[in-house]
């Protein structure tokens, strides 16, 4: 087409006239032209015949005609005449803006997954499942999780808000496709979908009218992560088959994280529950006599290992107690769970504990039957308080000997002898029997503190005459004084290198105080 100077049109060939019907020879341009081309028309005129320095598409102009978008290329004649060729570009801005969405979409997918993934959090991942969703997806999203007992949890967001955790949903089966989309069926195209008749539980408050929705399941690790809801407010553009094409992608990412956190959530149930039981218990109080004990595992990560102990108190009076420290073979969580074995077979076999050797006789055939490839030595102490004394029975299955702790510093190695459990068909045992006078201890270890190496060369064991030239200095002291002294100089032995378990129990018989005054006046003075 060509314009004249005076804002008419001159001529117009058969392609433009196609495109302008109204354009004609003598025709004003801004009666037959849309705005952004008699706008960039006006730009132009004026211009001289020379050439643009940026060539003939420097004033190029865009914009729509109907429904299609076309380029407005303009020469200038040297007779002030415009010569104007529309190209039609709408096949090439719709492959931009189809670029662009995909782009934006794919930028969204990544964000999502960064997010989704940073937390093993199960409320937080429905947090930012909801609110990814009402940021880009939506107006507002819900995140409905699997039912937990009778109630399915739910939180919402709506956009430019904060995830809001609403307790329970109502009845799935109230809103199309949702029961089917927490069993993990596909879902149902959102128009299928009545918004009108949706249960009030589904909007957030205040939201308004719902004009669309979409339902969709969120898909787990082999089961169902829940179900995502998506509401778009009325008089917005309903979701279109691309969108909700996208909403499942997304669904997708986020089902996993779900899925993965709720794993996470019920395995860590698992093993506090488990740490409970394969942890070393409090001591119980038994009357008339003192323990105290330390634990240590292996690796700062772990709190569990193979060293063990327990204080299975007498039954009824005039009964010993029993006393078991044990050390399993090997490190972590499998030497913990055969650790676990031995002490529920040893409380199975409480009964019989007036006879260590038959105790341990039964628990050596456990071992050997046993799927673990597996040793343990352990030592049994009977404690029976007998006037201001306690009498001690001690049983060593391969576990380094007892060491007693007398009034004056001396300490003596309780004479008791055994082979290990779960090596050999038979086991051999020579128990020793001790009396503890007031204040005395029998102090109970793991080969970890004799064992552990370190000192000033790195590589030293901390060896068996350290361990005793550390307890003649404990002579007097409280039970709970002596162990932590031991778990101190061991742990400083070995610095910040590796070490194997440590545990230690101590027994003693408790000091007797009494008080007395002289002729019934002054401060008084105590015997032992």
């Not at 087409?1 to 302008?20: C, F, Q, S």
């Not at 407005?72 to 060729?85: Q, Y």
């Not at 009357?287 to 709190?303: C, D, L, T, V, W």
């Not at 076999?349 to 038959?358: C, W």
């Amino acid at each position: 087409m060509i314009a004249a100077p005076d804002g008419t049109v001159r001529e117009v060939n058969r392609a433009a006239a196609a495109v302008l019907p109204g354009a004609a020879p003598g025709v004003r341009i801004d009666d037959v032209t849309p705005g952004w081309f008699t706008a960039a028309h006006r730009r132009l005129r004026g211009l001289r015949a020379e050439p643009s320095p940026d060539g003939p598409d420097a004033a190029a102009a865009h914009g729509p005609v109907g429904e299609r978008s076309f380029a407005a290329h303009p020469v200038v004649r040297g007779d002030g005449a415009v010569v104007w060729w529309f190209v039609d570009e709408t096949a090439h801005r719709l492959a931009d803006a189809q670029l662009r969405t995909e782009r934006q979409r794919t930028a969204f997918l990544v964000e999502a997954s960064t997010r989704l993934l940073s937390s093993l959090n199960l409320s937080r991942v429905m947090d930012v499942t909801a609110r990814l969703a009402a940021e880009h997806l939506a107006d507002a999203a819900l995140v409905v999780a699997p039912a937990a007992g009778r109630r399915h949890p739910v939180t919402y967001c709506v956009r430019g808000g904060t995830p809001v955790r609403a307790g329970s949903a109502g009845t799935p089966a109230d809103v199309p496709g949702l029961e089917e989309a927490l069993q993990g069926f596909p879902p149902v195209p959102s128009r299928w979908i009545d918004p009108a008749a949706s249960p009030d539980w589904v909007v957030p408050p205040g939201f308004g009218e719902v004009g669309s929705m979409v339902v969709t399941p969120l898909p787990g690790h082999g089961v169902p992560a829940g179900a995502l809801i998506l509401l778009r407010r009325s008089g917005q553009a309903s979701f279109d088959e691309s969108e909700e094409l996208f909403a499942r992608l997304h669904a997708a990412r986020a089902g996993a994280a779900l899925s993965a956190a709720r794993m996470y959530a019920e395995q860590a149930s698992i093993t506090k529950t488990l740490m409970r039981e394969l942890l070393p218990p409090p001591l119980p109080p038994v009357a008339g006599i003192e323990f105290a004990a330390g634990y240590s595992p292996s690796g700062e990560s772990e709190r569990i290992g193979g060293d063990f102990y327990d204080v299975h108190p007498a039954s009824g009076s005039g009964e010993e107690s029993l006393v078991v420290l044990g050390d399993v073979c090997g490190k972590g969580l499998e030497a913990a769970v055969l650790t676990g074995k031995i002490r529920n077979s040893l409380h199975a076999l409480l009964p019989l504990a007036d006879d260590h050797s038959r105790m341990l006789t039964l628990l050596n055939g456990a071992l050997l039957t046993s799927r673990h490839a597996r040793f343990a030595t352990l030592v049994l102490c009977s404690v029976l308080r007998r006037g201001r004394d306690v009498r001690l029975r001690l049983s060593s299955a391969g576990h380094p000997s007892p060491l007693i702790v007398r009034h004056d510093g001396q300490v003596e190695e309780a004479r008791t002898r055994g082979t290990l459990l779960g090596a050999l068909p038979a086991v051999t045992v020579s128990s020793a029997t001790v009396s503890l006078a007031p204040g005395e201890i029998c102090l109970l270890y793991t080969d970890g503190i004799t064992e552990a190496r370190g000192g000033p060369l790195g590589d030293d064991v901390f060896g068996d005459e350290r361990l005793r030239d550390a307890l003649a200095g404990c002579a007097g002291m409280p039970t709970e004084a002596v162990v932590e002294r031991v778990q101190m100089l061991a742990s400083d032995w070995v610095g910040g290198g590796a070490h194997d378990d440590m545990a230690v129990v101590a027994v003693a018989a408790p000091r007797v105080r009494r008080f007395s005054a002289v002729d019934g006046q002054g401060p008084g003075r105590s015997a032992g």
